[in-house]
């Protein structure tokens, strides 16, 4: 037996306001705001009506392969850039004889903090990248996170790690 939702009745009073002035002798009604919805916030959502659209299973597999390329890519870098901060350490310890080489005695400390900054923004694009891939592997790749559109095909190509459409980020950026 299903029991049946109670929505409240909402009473709209009405009254008569006199306008003081001595000259006006109309008469106005007033009525109360009556806003035209009934559901709290902390009603259970509702499923968004209507289809749901994703981008096809090729097209998800070509965005599979590109961002397979740019992972690569990115961990061939990523490996490069601690080769060359292992190497800038052994310099920086054992090689002592080479000191006259660096014009100041922070430069080479200097150099491997940004080395270490390139190689931490490498490890979180790869980190944006694999997210992407689990995205494909969900179907859910190319949905943007706040509007629930399909972002556009040619961003996608350019950050396919993109979560939001280019709607989106203006609206955020505006705020």
């Not at 029991?3 to 009604?29: F, L, M, Q």
């Not at 491997?112 to 931490?120: D, G, H, K, T």
């Not at 950050?159 to 505006?174: D, F, N, Q, R, W």
């Amino acid at each position: 037996m299903m029991r049946e939702e109670k929505k409240p009745n909402i009473i709209v009073a009405h009254r008569r306001v006199e306008s003081k002035s001595a000259g006006n002798n109309e008469s106005r009604t007033m009525i109360n705001y009556q806003p035209d919805f009934n559901r709290s916030i902390l009603d259970e959502p509702v499923q968004q009506q209507g289809p749901v659209y994703r981008y096809s299973d090729e097209e998800l597999t070509e965005f599979r392969e590109l961002i397979t390329s740019r992972l690569e890519s990115a961990r061939k870098e990523l490996m490069y850039l601690q080769g060359l901060i292992t190497r800038k350490d052994e310099a920086g310890t054992e090689d002592t004889e080479n000191r006259y080489m660096n014009m100041e005695d922070g430069s080479g400390a200097m150099e491997r903090e940004q080395l270490a900054q390139l190689a931490s923004r490498q490890i979180q694009f790869i980190n944006h990248l694999e997210k992407a891939m689990i995205r494909i592997e969900n179907k859910t790749y190319g949905i943007c996170r706040v509007t629930g559109k399909l972002i556009d095909k040619a961003r996608l190509r350019a950050v396919p790690h993109a979560t939001l459409s280019i709607e989106a980020k203006k609206y955020m950026a505006g705020k």
